[in-house]
Each structure stands twice: as C-alpha cells, then as structure tokens.
C-alpha cells in the first residue's frame, strides 16, 4: 500500500531531527574523550553562542559606563601631594604604635654597660651611683646633695667657683636619681621614695646628722620630698628653677587656666600613662617635628638660654637617639609622670622648718623662663612667706649655668647673704 504524500514528509522531518540528535551527541561524546585531538576545535551549539555574545555585550556597556568614573580617579590620584601621603602614613604609625608593644623593657644603665662610678646598696637591693666634688668630706664645713633634673645625672655642672668652694670648705654630692646613668630603676617610686633614697645615701657616706640639698629643675620633687618627710635631716635647702605641679591643690585656677604649659602637660601626662606606645613613637619619629628636640628650641628657651646651649653639651638623654633606648624613655617617663602626676600631699601645706630661723629655704628662678613661669614661683613663695624669693632679671631655665648665679645661690644658703640685683621688681608684681 503506497504511502501517503503527507506522512513521508512527516517520516522524513522525523528521521532528520533523530539524526542530527544522534549526530549532537556523538560530537559532545567525541569532544569529553581526552583521546579525540580534534575535541578542542569542535562547534558548540548556537544557544552557547548567543548566551556568550549577550554576556561579552554586556561586559562592553559596564566598561563604557565606569571608564570615565576610572579615569577621574586616576586623575585625582595622580594629585595627592607627597605631604598629604606622609601624613596619612604618620597617622597609621600612630595608631599601630599606639596599639604596638614596647620594645622589651630593660632593668637599667648599668646593666648594658661597664659600672665606672661609685655606687652604694639600698635597703631594697637597688643601687645608687654618685660623684663627690670639692674639698675631702672630713675636713668640710658645708655638705650639700645637688639634685639633677630631668634627662640629666651626677654629670650635671654646677659652676661654683673653685675659690669659694676652698674658701668655705664645700663638700658636693651628686647622683644619679633613680633609673638615670649606673643607677637602677625603682619600680616602686614614688615622691616619698625620693627622700628615702636621699637620707640612706646620706647615712651610708656617712654625711651627718644634717645636709643641705639643692635641687635643680625636676628635681625639685625630690627637694619638696625632704621638707616633707625627712625636715629634721635639712641643714638648708635651694630651689633652681623648680618646677611646678599644676595639680597642687592650693593653685587657683586664675593662675593656670590660660597657661599653655598646663595644657600641654596635661596631654601629655594622659599620653605617657594610657598611651605609652604613642608617646613613644612620637618622641623618636622623624617625619614630623616633635617636642623631643630640646637643644636651641625658643619653644623653652629664652636668647640669653641659647647662647648658654652654644657652649655647653646639652640634654644627651633627650635626643631622639637616647629616647629610643627603652630604659632611657622609660625612665624620663616615669620622672615626668612622679613630677607632675598626683602627690600625697601639697607644699603649700608645709610648716617652716626653721622657725627660730637657725636656717633658710631658698626659690631660684628666671623672670624670663619659658618652662616654669614666675608668676607660680611668687604665688608659691607668697603663699610660704619662710621661703625667700630670688628672680634673675634676664633669666631662662638655665641660670644654673649663667655667671655668678651658683656662687650667689650658695653665698644666700650658706651665709645668709644677698645680692640686691637678684631681688624682685617691685615693677613686676603678681596682680
């Protein structure tokens, strides 16, 4: 029976479209074979295709649509200036420091170092190093423990002249408070220890029942410290441009408020105690100017303090270079925070010592001193009328070296004298 016309065409479609499936999927067989060399080259379906070509479109609409934005940001940051990126880079230092650990802190000078000075044993076990100066203790008449400030030592000058010293027979003891020079760290510091620290060296040289002590800048918390707890020791005291706490109770606010150095030690305080690491980084940096760098800085000098700098050493302890020295850094820092942190009680709630005036206290300091201003030194030796008040009219905070200051400061503590040109201004008052 003949086929219909119809039915063949529909047999034929049929037939075309099974073949072209069974040819389909021998190829995707043959293109999976890893055996087949010719599997690479083989068509894919249409579909893949367009799905293809539809992406690669849409790819080219994305890369039409940001590269303007792209090229704009490259244009903007082919302009940052070098300045802008170190500051970016010091602020990422900062916060990586601050967050960083210390180098490994170290248990003192003299222990990365030959000891070369005389040192005794404390109670405590610590050691304290010393120089003597002047004339044999046994044959003196006056002893006196000179008190170093900050980033200073028993290296300190004190420029007496040698004829005065034979002539009234001066003996002069200095030493390395503790964790300055071949001095060990004490842990447990504090404003007391520093008069514990000064009467057992006193004992162990065999000093005497009394001594004078003269502190010179920061140390005069040390100074304050023995009128406090060992009066009864002092033959007489000297003040030298000693600093003063803000954080005295007695101070009143008129007096510092407006006073930049207070904001500046507050910061820092806050800084040394919370963020050591930061501070750290800060003072050793060299990206950016710090307040590290001390030597001929008008920040805390006056002229006639610059020219002194011109002939003498300087602050070693202060340069970027010592700071980086963990026990160098830690020790300035722990000075500083005992100096101006909290004290365990107010100078301005001392009692004379000598009230039969049997001796003297004596406040030295430079109407032009740009660290501790006069007008707190007046208030303080206003408010303990016992202390007697001496100004160097043209003085910095480094009258300690000037010309006839230390012989006039011996000459007011010793003998009693005074010398009119260091005697305050009528003219220049605490309102």
């Known amino acids: 029976m003949p086929i219909p016309q119809s039915l063949h065409r529909i047999s034929t479609k049929v037939r075309k479209i099974i073949l072209c499936n069974k040819h389909y999927r021998l190829r995707v067989q043959d293109s999976q074979n890893p055996c087949n060399p010719c599997a690479d080259t083989l068509e894919k379906p249409a579909t893949i295709y367009k799905s293809k070509e539809r992406e690669r479109g849409i790819r080219r609409i994305n890369h039409n649509i940001w590269r303007p934005l792209k090229l704009k940001t490259q244009e903007v940051s082919g302009k940052v200036s070098k300045a802008a990126v170190v500051l970016l880079m010091g602020l990422l230092g900062m916060v990586y420091q601050a967050k960083k650990l210390l180098p490994p802190e170290s248990s003192g000078a003299a222990e990365h170092s030959p000891v070369t000075s ?66 060990d760290p004490d842990p447990k510091r504090t404003v007391k220890s520093e008069a514990h620290d000064i009467q057992e060296l006193a004992d162990q040289l ?46 009143p606010d008129s007096l510092i408020r407006e006073d930049h150095r207070w904001k500046l030690v507050q910061w820092s305080i806050r800084f040394a105690n919370y963020a050591p690491g930061l501070l750290y980084w800060w003072v050793t940096q060299k990206w950016l100017p710090s307040t590290s760098t001390l030597e001929r800085n008008p920040i805390f000098f006056n002229d006639r303090d610059i020219d002194i700098l011109k002939t003498i050493s300087g602050f070693a302890m202060l340069t970027q270079d010592k700071l980086r020295e963990r026990g160098v850094f830690d020790t300035l820092r722990r000075d500083f925070m005992l100096a101006f942190g909290k004290w365990e009680f107010d100078p301005m709630d001392l009692s004379n010592p000598y009230p039969q005036n049997e001796s003297s206290v004596h406040i030295w300091q430079g109407y032009e001193d740009k660290v501790v201003p006069f007008q707190l030194q007046r208030f303080v030796s206003g408010k303990l009328p016992w202390i007697r008040y001496h100004e160097v009219p043209d003085g910095g905070h480094l009258i300690v070296y000037y010309n006839g200051v230390c012989e006039a400061i011996l000459r007011a503590l010793l003998l009693g004298e005074e010398q009119v040109s260091y005697r305050p201004s009528t003219a220049k008052v605490l309102p």
């Not at 100066?133 to 300190?156: D, F, N, Q, T």
């Not at 502190?215 to 918390?221: A, D, F, K, L, P």
């Not at 060992?230 to 033959?235: G, S």
Request: glycine share 10%; aromatic share 14%.
């Open 118 to 183: 005389s040192r005794i044993r404390l109670k405590d076990g610590r050691y304290l190093a010393y120089r003597e100066r002047g004339v044999p203790k046994e044959k003196a008449k006056y002893k006196i423990i000179l008190v170093h400030g900050l980033g200073s030592s028993k290296e300190m000058n004190f420029l007496a002249p040698q004829e005065l010293i034979d002539e009234l027979g001066i003996y002069f003891l200095l030493f390395d408070r503790a964790g300055y020079g071949e001095s």
């Open 206 to 251: 065999q000093l005497g029942s009394k001594f004078y002590v003269v502190g010179v800048s920061m140390g005069s918390y040390s100074t304050w410290s023995c009128l406090k707890y060992i009066p009864d020791r002092l033959a007489g005291v000297a003040f030298v441009v000693p600093v003063v706490n803000y954080r005295w109770p007695s101070l």
